[in-house]
């Protein structure tokens, strides 16, 4: 087992505070490897052997590699993975101050085990706007502040006795964190004020944003042999990672491959950076129509192209067994997922299953297959929703997790291999 794909991994974590950031770092490495940033509001020269990326709204990515001799009529193998995951938001207006203590008002983002955020160290990040002189174009920067100023606080057992039998969590009243004592001098836009001081800005200069709170521990190795990873945004970096990994190793030599990577599949995708939105289909179609092709002979690439949507598998629970399906019991560090579902909530079928299963055995890859307990679901992945509007063959592979969708998840350190050398099979084998 290679600890560097693990290590790649927890410095794209360390990195990706927010989908932003995210969005930043991939594209650091794909400018690192040699890719070429292309604008959508631009014409495209494309050449063959090319590397080439394009950002959407800051969030979302979409990078492709063209072989060295490009046919004619030639298909796409695509991989797409998310940027975000699940937390919680700051909104517009967000200064409390109550009992002599400064809180932040913030709404929950996505599917979030709300109390794995208790007693956490917290810190903001995202996107932050500010005022221009031209008011179609204004400012926009990130923001990162790096160390923890937040935290929401547990109650005591000796008030709440019954703690332990489980206790409801409601959104808008135990979710807000504390983040200072009030002055004795009134302040009605403290965190403002903080954020400006960050940014080096004045107060008014700040016209919106989209800041996020996070979990600032760090991604560790865990076990007897280090066996296993625990670290926050496990959902859904291992993916990038992995993604953007196997798209930079190598591409095949007449084939065009494509990385795809969207914002907003924690609340459904069906934004315009996410997976529901026209933006793959969108840049699929001007690669080819770079080259000279119709669009007849884009819709023609559907029926020999592939989609691999990458996403992470919930593994056996050792202490909750029954919730598993009882014949499909996928266990960390034994390889990748194949999700399958009969109600498409995975989008797979078995011809392409197929073809990766041989791509994996090939070369020695483990792989487990998951599907749900026959009586209950387990969420869905942005590859239905892509692949309704891309109908291509389409698989959801990802690896296991527990405590999915905590503020802090748990993996196999070997997993994280397994998925970047299926997704470089995925890439580099010929036609």
Known sequence: MSRI?????????EAGTSPFHVTADVERQLAEAGFTRLFMDCDWGLDNGGKYYVVHNGS??????IGKALRYRESFRIAAAHTDFPGLRVKPSPELVKDGYRQLNVEVYGGAILNTWLDRPLSATGRVVLRSDEVFAPRVCLVDFR???????NLAIHINRDVNKGVELNKQTDML????????????????????????????EILDYELGLYNTDRGEFLGLSEEF????????????????????????????????????????????????SVLLSAVLERVLLAYGRTREHFLESFYKSMLLSVDVGHALHPNKADKNDPTHKNVLGKG???????????????????????????????????????????????????????????VDVGVPLLAMH?????????????????????????S
């Open 177 to 204: 964190p504390i983040l200072g004592l009030d002055g004795e001098e009134p302040d009605e836009i403290f965190f403002r004020k903080y954020l400006a001081q960050e940014l080096q800005v004045e107060p008014d």
């Open 229 to 276: 990873i625990s670290s926050p945004r496990l959902d859904n970096l291992t993916s990038v990672q992995a993604v953007v990994s196997a798209l930079i190793s190598g591409s095949r030599t007449k084939g065009i491959n494509v990385a795809a990577f969207f914002d907003h599949e924690e609340i459904g995708s069906r934004t315009k950076q996410g997976a529901g």
């Open 5 to 13: 794909y693990a290590e790649q991994l927890l410095r794209l974590v």
């Open 147 to 153: 160390k923890p100023f937040l935290t929401i606080p």
């Open 406 to 430: 905590s503020s802090r998840e748990l993996m196999g350190t070997a997993d994280q291999e397994s998925l970047v050398r299926a997704l470089e099979a995925f890439y580099q084998v010929e």
């Open 60 to 65: 979302s990515l979409i990078a492709f590699t």
């Open 336 to 394: 990748i997922c194949i999700k399958e579902a009969s109600g498409q909530s995975y989008a797979t079928d078995s011809e392409a299953v197929a073809v990766l299963q041989q791509l994996c055995e090939a070369r020695g890859i483990p792989y487990q297959k998951f599907v749900n307990r026959s009586d209950g679901t387990s969420g869905s992945t942005l590859g239905s929703i892509a692949s309704s509007f891309l109908p291509v063959k389409t």
